[in-house]
């Protein structure tokens, strides 16, 4: 038996030919507008009826039909121009009895474009009577029963283009997408900073404990690895001798899918020479709060019940003083594997049986700590053991001039004094690749020409990632990371 979508399917397919022989192309070509629905509704949404009668205002727009009520030689539809919509009027002694007719075959979902003038009905609503009327596209698959509140998470992100029609709200977290990474870029840009693009398949990949995806090129016979961050590249730029770069653009992480993950997402990397974790700590402060004034008119904004303010100073806090300030616990854990075993297990931790003090401490730091941060809060000063590119801080070596900033209860950057020693650096490599062998595919990979580079000899310098997803998601309201992607990952469609 077929179902209500296919039998309407094949009707609209029958009525392709139907088109033709009115001949009406089903799928048009070039068709110009005069003006966005946008910014009609701006322009003209409050203006009064008589007003717009005695100024008599023509219009020529496109959109798809997303509402649709016929009255015999009359008919009301809704035309959907991106996220707004307006009301079109088809009457038959204004169209006239061809292009009457062609209204009447128009189905919800189908494109076309719209000549007339602007009025307001009895009911008050702004609509454009049209004088002539242009078929640009038939729309073959109906759209989904209810679909105006389409709301099944599963359809909304496998078939988004579904979702933009049906939630026009949803284009809205997408223009804020696009400006908040148009202002960054101009942010970067007037501060001094160079756009760059470094390589997305490497041969080592590196910048972050990540496990990476691998390719193979068979030209060259090699495996390739997807990036996992740009990091090891640009201060290659910085050895060459720039002082100030940036890239946005896509990292991949063979990692898990959830609200807060996605194996393929973006970020923002920039490098300073001459400069250290606290000149970050500062810009990243002015940069959020110039968007949050740019974006919402305000240094607050709204996430999830909380109100957030990104006005500077953000508190800072030193990363041991954070686990004991918000679990009350004893300095002496800071010191003792077993009272920090003890600490992990009465706070209801799994610890693995070979973890490292520091490893037992991370663990209580990210399962206690994290999601408490609702303001935005740098945690500091993190420990070498976790941290395989940061510089020693001078003061202690056991630790590192490192940041990363947490709002909403979520990491949105990670920043730090590069290290720039190579010997130093070529230490650490060999202890990640200790980690390696004994198992653990997320250490980092040992990178020669890294290693030749910072020989070369690199200036004091601060870099710094920015989560992109993560940062939309706080600035449009949204509590999962697919509702920031256009089209996120998902498990395979299964067969129909």
Not at 10 to 26: E, F, N
Not at 229 to 246: D, N, S, T
Not at 293 to 314: C, D, F, K, S, V
Not at 430 to 445: L, S, T
């Amino acid at each position: 038996m077929m179902d209500e979508s296919n039998e309407q399917r094949t009707q609209r397919i029958q009525k392709l030919d139907l088109l033709k022989a009115m001949g009406v192309q089903p799928y048009g070509t070039r068709f110009e507008t005069t003006h966005r629905v946008e910014c009609l509704l701006a322009a003209h949404g409050t203006t009064p009826k008589d007003e717009l009668e005695q100024r008599a205002i023509d219009c020529r727009i496109a959109g798809r039909i997303v509402a649709l009520r016929r009255f015999g030689k009359a008919a009301f539809a809704s035309l959907q121009d991106g996220a707004h919509r307006l009301q079109v009027y088809l009457k038959k002694d204004v169209l006239g009895d061809e292009a009457f007719r062609l209204s009447q075959e128009l189905d919800l979902g189908d494109w076309i474009g719209a000549e007339g003038r602007l009025f307001r009905t009895k009911t008050d609503e702004l609509t454009v009577e049209v004088r002539t009327l242009t078929f640009l596209s038939k729309g073959l698959h109906p759209l989904p029963e209810k679909w105006h509140g389409l709301t099944d998470i599963e359809t909304r992100y496998r078939q988004r283009y579904v979702d933009l029609i049906a939630n026009p709200n949803v284009h809205a977290v997408f223009e804020t997408r696009s400006r908040i990474m148009a202002g960054i870029r101009n942010y970067l840009t007037e501060h001094g900073f160079l756009e760059v693009e470094t390589p997305m398949m490497q041969p080592i990949p590196g910048g972050a404990t990540a496990r990476p995806f691998v390719t193979h090129h068979n030209a060259l016979n090699t495996n390739l690895y997807l990036r996992i961050a740009p990091e090891l590249y640009l201060k290659r730029l910085i050895v060459g001798g720039f002082r100030r770069v940036f890239e946005i653009n896509r990292n991949f992480r063979n990692e898990g899918i959830s609200t807060i993950h996605n194996p393929e997402f973006t970020m923002l990397e920039f490098y300073q020479a001459y400069a250290d974790y606290r000149d970050l700590m500062a810009l990243t402060e002015d940069l959020f709060d110039t968007l949050a004034r740019a974006l919402l008119g305000a240094a607050t904004l709204e996430y999830q019940g909380h109100e957030i303010n990104m006005a500077p100073p953000w508190r800072r806090l030193p990363y041991f003083e954070a686990i004991v300030e918000y679990n009350a616990l004893d300095r002496t854990v800071l010191e003792d594997q077993a009272a920090a075993t003890s600490a992990a297990r009465q706070l209801g931790l799994d610890v693995p049986k070979d973890a490292s003090l520091v490893g037992i401490l991370n663990v209580i730091f990210e399962e206690t700590v994290e999601h408490r941060l609702t303001q935005p809060t740098f945690i500091t000063d993190y420990p070498t053991e976790i941290s395989p590119l940061s510089r020693r801080k001078d003061a202690d070596p056991h630790l590192t001039d490192r940041f990363e900033l947490f709002i909403a209860g979520r990491e949105l950057a990670n920043g730090f004094s590069e290290l720039n020693d190579p010997l130093d650096q070529r230490q650490r490599f060999e202890a990640q690749a200790v980690q390696r062998e004994a198992g653990d595919d997320e250490a980092h990979y040992f990178d020669e020409d890294f290693l030749r580079a910072l020989e070369y000899g690199m200036p004091p310098t601060a870099g710094e990632g920015i989560g992109i997803d993560r940062l939309v998601m706080l600035f449009t309201n949204q509590a999962s990371i697919r509702d920031v992607i256009l089209f996120p990952q998902l498990r395979p469609e299964k067969p129909l």
